[in-house]
Nanobody, 119 residues
């Protein structure tokens, strides 16, 4: 089992900055990838950014150059630094962890944190 707790969401002005945090605990040795997803009203959940256990990252095209994903293993925390957010970034953001243990793949989700980009 892996537990994920997100924080840092809120209201931010366009062009501002916001940092989301996801603290993880439990069977963290089994995590091979983590990421942030988002879901806007009436839309499907989409991957925003992901990082492998080896540190490789990938981003959806719409956030490249503006968002930065990082992981602090000492603090068991995943971060998403959001710079120059746009109104279209407004969504509920979810932390995700993909695990592999004893031949079983399983994904875990946090409860979500609302991000609203508006002036």
């Amino acid at each position: 089992q892996v537990q994920l707790v997100e924080s840092g969401g809120g209201l931010v002005q366009p062009g501002g900055s916001l940092r989301l945090s996801c603290t993880f605990s439990g069977s963290i040795f089994s995590i091979y990838a983590m990421g942030w997803y988002r879901q806007a009203p009436g839309k499907q959940r989409e991957l925003v950014a992901a990082i492998t256990s080896g540190g490789a990252t990938n981003y959806v095209d719409s956030v490249k150059g503006r968002f930065t994903l990082s992981r602090d293993n000492a603090k068991n925390t995943l971060y998403l630094q959001m710079n120059s957010p746009k109104p279209e970034d407004t969504a509920v953001y979810y932390c995700n962890a993909e695990t592999y243990n004893s031949g079983t793949l399983k994904g875990y989700w946090g409860q979500g944190t609302q991000v609203t980009v508006s002036s």
